[in-house]
Every structure is written in C-alpha cells, then in structure tokens.
C-alpha cells in the first residue's frame, strides 16, 4: 500500500515543520528524477515518485545519521505503507548491508538489530534500485553529476567507499542502457530546480 501523490506531499511538508532543513528539496529532486527515470525505463512513474519523495522522511524526526533510516521504516510501517517503509530502509544500502553506511552509527541496539533483520528480509527490485540511483543524483537545488555528488558526501562525512562508487556507477549505467538516453537529459539536469517547503518555510 502506498500514500497517494497529494497525501506524500503532504507528508513530507509536515515533515520539514518538525525538522527544517535541505533534505525536504533533496528528497522532491530524488522523486523527480525517479519519476521520470521509471517513465523512461517503462516503470510505474507515480509509484517510482511517491516512494522517492518519501525515502528520507525518518528525518521528520530530527537529525539523526543511521537513525534516520529506523526512524523512517517504523513510521512508514505505523501509516500501513509497506512499500514506503522498505524504501526507507533500501535507499542507504545498494549492496544490501548494513556497514556501508555512510555517516554516524547513533542507533540504539534495537534500532540497529530491526535495520539488519529486515534488511536481510529483503529481496531488492527496481524500485528499490531505482530510488538508491536517485538518491545519488538528488541535490537540493537541482539535479547533481553523480560524481559531484557523491565527491560532496565524502568531504562531508569523510569518507565515501570505493564499492558504493562503483555500484552507484553501475546503477546509472543499468537505468541508462533500458531507458536508451543519457540519465541527465531524462532528469533534466540542467534546468530543473525543486520547489516546496513546509508552510511559512
């Protein structure tokens, strides 16, 4: 079961009013891309984009790093969205485990043993592969080069692991070979500018 387009809007508005900041702009590019990344590659548009636009709305619940990851899951499962919660917990983790993780390990115990459980539970598709590519592309002002992107992380965080690279370019490279075009002109890169915010924002 899924939100519908409206009701994720609207999810993640309510979102950024309890935690401001860059990643509710990340998120809409995330599902722009998606959307028209599945248009493309013959996918379900509106469900790529709705389970984009949602994939980081554990951030709802302040800044947390893995924790956000937890936090979304169980909030998506609370609202009966299965598809959104494995999203949730699938966008972090290309190769499926759970030390590729990139930033800070602030979980409880608990937290951290419901993302390993349930990310061995998971069998991933295109979706989940779709919106991990997407993720990779998202800026909060526009569509990124996935290099540039991913160049950002590391000196953020400090590191940015050679494997997640190269699945990161492997995912490009499988989405472009089905849609036939380059993924920038499918996302267009060069104009696109996300709009949205929370009230008052």
């Known amino acids: 079961m899924l939100p519908t387009r409206q009701q994720a809007e609207a999810l993640l508005r309510e979102a950024e009013s309890c ?21 493309a590659c013959g996918l379900d548009a509106e469900k790529a984009y709705i389970l984009a636009l949602l994939h980081d709305i554990g951030r709802k619940f302040g800044v947390r790093h893995l924790g956000h990851v937890s936090d979304g899951y169980s909030y998506m499962l609370s609202l009966g969205y299965d598809e959104a919660a494995r999203i949730c917990l699938t966008h972090s983790f290309p190769r499926g485990k759970i030390e590729d993780y990139i930033g800070r390990f602030d979980t409880t115990p608990e937290e951290q043993a419901l ?25 909060a002002e526009g569509v990124m080069d996935i290099e540039a992107r991913m160049d950002d992380i590391q000196r953020r965080y400090g590191c940015y692991p050679s494997e997640k690279r190269t699945e990161n370019r492997a995912l490009k490279q499988h989405f472009e070979e089905i849609a036939g075009r380059d993924i920038y002109d499918i996302t267009d890169k060069a104009h696109f500018k996300p709009s949205g915010g929370p009230p008052n924002a």
């Open 115 to 139: 993302i390993e459980n349930a990310l061995r539970a998971v069998h991933m598709d295109e979706y989940d592969r779709l919106v991990q590519l997407c993720d990779a592309l998202a800026g």
């Open 19 to 39: 935690n401001p900041g860059p990643w509710g702009n990340h998120s809409r590019t995330a599902a722009h891309c998606a959307e028209g990344i599945a248009q």
